[in-house]
């Protein structure tokens, strides 16, 4: 027996017609009226006398719902049992992260989610977004993190994490330059950079000095990466400036090492870390569990 159209059926009960039930359904009344004379056929029973718009069940129609009825609430009341003891609930939930996101990220949602599911188990692969959505489209991860995700017909994303860049080069490389004094004094800098998709640098210019850009689109880096780690160690060792997340050069920018170009004549730029799953009508307990968690801890970690 199809359990959508059986609960189509209870719904259409429980409603009191079927423009009602398709309302709650996220459905067509024509889908609603189909799944009925299916289920219908399927049981080879008569579940509805038809008397225009109006509900009427038969004797076998209202058994039946008694029935499927007292069937749904059971379960129903199974799983607000699984919701109350939280500590019993298994599974894996499998995700997909940058590498420093695996570094930095990664730990705080594992354990913090683990205090309240102490059994349940994660699964992590790493990549970059390309990697990551076609991971996700193949059902090789539920959840994956992204900076950009492409397919916005098949993913549904959530931003969960802002990341304030900065712009800092090292002390080392700073020494034989001019000082820096205004936007247009970087341009003669080395730069070191995300790779195209994610390229930070004219980013900032945008945001801080338009009448620069069509210089700033000129300006080649001279190494690019897609990894915040990468980009830190390349700018600490002095091969030019670099935006870098502010939580990843906090030490760096204490001990002097890295400094911060501008710091009160420009401003920062935002990256947005988006939570992207496949679009479907209904998560299991578990998935839902952790997509609320993730969103209600929204930068909690940094």
Known sequence: MDFNKVKTFV?????????????????????????????????????????????????????????????????????????????????????GLWMEQSTGYLPYIVTEFSKKFPKVKFEVLLGTDTDLEKALLNNKIDFGFYVFVRDKKL?????VLHRKLILVASNEYLLNRKHIK??????PLDLVDYSQDYASY??????????????????????????????????RQGHGMGLLPEEIVREDLASGKIIQLLPKKSNSITLTIDLGYKKRRTQSYLHEEFLNFVISNNNAWM
């Open 11 to 95: 719904e259409v009960v429980d409603s009191g017609s079927i423009t009602k039930a398709a309302s709650r359904l996220f459905r067509t009344q024509q889908a609603i009226s189909l799944q009925l004379k299916a289920l219908e056929e399927e049981l080879e029973l008569t579940l509805f006398d038809r008397k225009g718009p109006r509900i009427v069940l038969t004797r076998q129609g209202e058994q039946l719902y008694k029935k499927f009825k007292s069937a749904f609430l059971q379960m129903e009341s199974s799983v607000y049992s699984m919701k109350a003891d939280k500590t019993s609930a298994t599974g894996t939930i499998r995700l």
């Open 155 to 159: 993913i549904e994303t959530q931003a």
């Open 182 to 187: 205004t936007i247009e004094d970087t341009l």
């Open 202 to 235: 004219v980013a900032w210019i945008r945001s801080n000095a338009r009448a620069l850009l069509s210089e700033a689109k000129k300006k080649i880096p001279v190494v690019t990466v897609n990894n915040d780690l990468a980009l830190r160690e390349l700018v």
